[in-house]
């Protein structure tokens, strides 16, 4: 379990290191007139990841749940796959790139590195994430119920970027 919860902070230090790069983009988007959309989902989308890692903690603690390799390892795989794919995202979208919806009016959609194959694959890797973390430890309670929690904050997200980006898109 020691190593679980290393792998928690791990992940939980990552979403630091994003917080502080989509602090420094959101600076600089505000700065060339980007606008904010859908703040209000802002804090429910914090409080849901905040939760998984917390619940991926205590769950496999006050449930007794075993390491199960024939099922951690590959969900630890996918957790490291999730990880490539959402740093692939930050470094292709660059100071476009962050946990809010800040759209620069004009600027146009990018269509490099992962956003060639998907319109948003940075949820793709949230997705991903926040089904495997948990089941790393045979979390399942905590990976079904974020799975459900987070494909309803998904359809409200995706909704509103994919609003965003259409009333900014260049003529």
Known sequence: MQWYALLVLA???ERGAELVVARRNAAWTLARAGVEHGRGHYPVMVALHTGLLACCLLEPVLADRPFLPAVGWP???LVVLAQGLRWWCVTTLGRYWNTRVIVVP???LVGAGPYRFLRHPNYVAVVVEVAALPLVH???LTA???TVANAALLTVRV???NTALAQAEPA
């Open 11 to 13: 992940v939980a230090l």
């Open 75 to 77: 969900m630890l795989a």
């Open 106 to 108: 004009g600027a146009r």
């Open 138 to 140: 045979s979390a399942w």
């Open 144 to 146: 079904t119920a974020f």
């Open 159 to 161: 909704r509103c970027e």
